[in-house]
DNA sequence: TCCAGGTTGTACTGATCAGTACATCAGCGC
DNA sequence: GCGCTGATGTACTGATCAGTACAACCTGGA
């Protein structure tokens, strides 16, 4: 693929996540994608193989853009991270301009019983997760979180508050619900600190 | 309308709403719909005055079955009450047979940004959780929970916790993150116990 | 019996959908 | 300059979509 290729396609997969992130995947056709992206139809069939394929793309670029906005993720090696982490959280979403969302999140309803695309967002909350739980096992090795916690689920319930905050602060456009969901996640891993 | 016709707009509702519930919306066409209720169209357009105000029937539907399924969430009078609310919320989605999901949650990520149908998402979450603040509220009365609680913002974060976890166990078909979520939720309702 | 209002079957429209066919273009190595 | 390969434009197909048109139906009350 030459740069100019690259460069088509990811003005498509663009489009694609910023339509599919508003509208949902559904709502979103392949000719909306492309004049959106200024891409011809040829385009599009010849860097994806079909509108699943494309999906693909997008969730990945969903996951890396999340990732993107949340530096401290990667760097939770005590418990003031955290706060931080989840401040950071609070920011994205405290910006105007975009509906107040999670974007992985907002496919979960829609193609959550599409086997396929279940084991894709699956994978993807799990690379979310595992930053967490990298986490949670720094400061167990630190003597910080009681040995017999359990970093994994841990990490889990704690995408779960997450999550769920955001669903809740979509639907109602107020960061509030999350703020909340945020610091009851938080406060249950501090009370498995050792 | 006459019994008879009120049983064809059930069917028609019965059957949108298992469809929507596996598919989405997006993916549920109105012809399907029929075609599983054994309608025809002109009953459709008959009861209905487009696809739209089909959902909002089927949103209806949705919370009416989810209160029904948690009979419990109308008598939460002490905190062990709580509890039993939980375990019947696990129940439901410990039963094999259909997806592990919130039919509303699964809404509000296709949906949540059409500002119309974010308001019905909206009140349909704000009937559930006014039962959980009334819950509260009769603690916060008998002394069992403390005089400076919020119920109403208790009962929102309550619901992320719920929603996360139905997300969770959704994507991975498993009861495991709605079981910690439903945890840490009340745990943090008995935190406030005075 | 008759008739009015609620109910139903069927055929249709125009728009949009995902995906395909095929010709042309652009740029890079030779 | 030549030719190959990737990149692109455009026109098309058949299926499906939401919604409409209209005639025919029941069924209860007068």
Redesign the interface.
């Known amino acids: 693929m030459t740069p100019r290729g690259r460069r088509t396609r990811d003005a498509i997969v663009d489009a694609a996540a910023e339509l599919m992130y508003?509208?949902?995947v559904?709502?979103t056709s392949v000719d909306k994608v492309l004049t959106a992206s200024g891409a011809g139809k040829s385009q599009m069939y010849h860097y994806f193989k079909n509108k699943d394929q494309l999906v693909e793309a997008v969730i990945d670029r969903f996951l890396r853009g999340i990732l993107a906005n949340q530096p401290t993720i990667t760097a939770l090696d005590d418990w003031a991270a955290f706060d931080r982490w989840t401040e950071e959280i609070l920011d994205v979403h405290r910006r105007a301009g975009h509906?107040i969302?999670c974007p992985l999140?907002?496919?979960?309803?829609?193609?959550?019983?599409d086997p396929r695309v279940?084991a894709l967002?699956?994978k993807a909350?799990r690379e979310w997760e595992s930053h967490l739980e990298r986490g949670l096992l720094s400061l167990r090795d630190k003597g910080e979180l009681r040995a017999d916690a359990d970093p994994a689920?841990l990490a889990?319930?704690t995408?779960?508050?997450?999550?769920?905050?955001?669903?809740?602060a979509?639907?109602?456009?107020d960061v509030?619900?999350?703020a909340?969901?945020l610091e009851?996640?938080v406060?249950?891993l501090r009370s498995q600190a050792a």
């Open positions: 508003v509208n949902g559904a709502a509906p969302a999140g907002n496919l979960a309803g829609e193609l959550g019983d279940a967002l699956d909350y689920r889990q319930a995408m779960a508050c997450v999550q769920g905050g955001l669903l809740l979509h639907i109602r456009q509030t619900p999350l909340d969901a009851i996640a406060a249950h």
